[in-house]
């Protein structure tokens, strides 16, 4: 058996890699590093993609969050909801823009933001949802946007780790995550389900007045060289980093059903296990079906109950099997972003979560005998 990995990066690049060896050897020879042709092959092949108007490539995920929001206008003070179990980058970009972070509890199923929380968080300085689909899946978004529209809020999706992820309405129409929203942002790192060779992002938004902004605010505040219209940063995709991804999306799809197959041999292999708790779908599709996109898989996490959940991740590691905690703990418990208003009785589920989560080995490249020693070796371990 060949070694598993938590992200088998080498194992992909090596089915791609005189494609992408000859993309990169054309952009130095180009020499057109910055905003080159690649870069804007990439932006239109992307945009037909996701069915979006406008893809607004940049340098990192955590530099898209932060210019959507500044695409906005929000202005400091202004209260953002958005998730409390998710990486810091969510919240970091908001305290930095010395808006105010509002951090609610996450729904238990799928670990997305919680609607009646939402709800309950909602005051007349709310400005803002960022939704972030956790590790695949995607938020309901139905139910966000309807809020949103109640009360008159932005709807900002962190797509960071859905990238591929189709949401499908109660009526049945579908729509890519990232495109529902009133602006999305998404990471390129190299671990994600697109991935580039560095880091990179890119913004999404149907909205051309917004898009208009955003385009300036990437590039200094420039629309003509020299001429700042607007207080801008400089966030930009490479042209070597854009022509990775041009590779690698028109594999998307076909990367992202290996990881959903990887994940119904999960599945199946825990199926009968009373104290782990598998990753599902969208509630429309009841689980991880044949013919549904709705959960892409960017980690697969599962609850371990009644046992001891740090002791299996030295269990799997002593056994060369790696495996993460995403996340150990709770944004509202962060040094960085602890709050007097913030009640622990509101967060029992991210509390009870960060007990228990744990991400197994997810990517690519997984192939059966690395799986079933994976879930053999939790199972033996559960049960012991």
Known sequence: MKKIQMVDLKGQYSKIKDEVDSSVLEVL????????????????????????????????????????????????????????????????????????????????????????????????????IVPVHLFGMC????????????????VIEDNAQAIG????????????????????????????????????????????????TIKGIVNHGMYERYHHDVVGVNSRLDSIQAAILNIK????????????????????????????????????????????????????????????RDALVKHLNDKGIPCGVYYPIPLHRQKAYLDERYNEADFKVTNQLVKEVISLPMHTELDDEQIEFITSTVINFINS
């Open 29 to 128: 020879d180009s020499t057109a590093y910055i905003n080159g042709p690649k870069v804007h092959e990439f932006q239109k092949n992307l945009e037909s993609y996701l069915g979006v108007k406008h893809v607004i490539p940049c340098a990192n995920g955590t530099d898209a969050l932060q210019i959507a929001m500044m695409g906005l206008g929000l202005k400091p003070g202004d209260e953002v909801i958005t998730a409390d179990f998710t990486f810091a980058a969510t919240v970091e970009v908001i305290a930095l823009l010395q808006l105010t972070p509002v951090l609610v509890d996450v729904d238990p199923v799928n670990f997305n933001i919680d609607i009646d929380a939402i709800k309950k968080a909602i005051t007349p300085k709310t400005k803002a």
């Open 165 to 212: 992820s189709t949401y499908t309405y109660s009526n049945g129409e579908k729509a890519k995550a990232g495109t529902i929203g009133h602006v999305a942002s998404t990471s390129f790192f190299p671990s994600k389900n697109l991935g580039c060779y560095g880091d990179g992002g890119a913004i999404f938004t149907n909205d051309d007045d917004l898009a208009h």
């Open 249 to 308: 999306l028109k594999r998307l799809d076909t990367y992202n059903k290996a990881r959903q197959n990887a994940a119904r041999a999960y599945n199946k292999a825990f199926k009968e296990q009373a104290n782990i708790i598998t990753p599902t779908g969208q509630d429309v599709c009841n689980g991880i079906c044949d013919n549904c996109d709705c959960h892409v898989f960017h980690q697969y996490t599962l609850r371990i109950i009644n046992s001891d």
């Open 139 to 154: 938020a309901n978004m139905e139910a966000i946007m309807q809020i949103a529209k109640e009360h008159d809020l932005f």
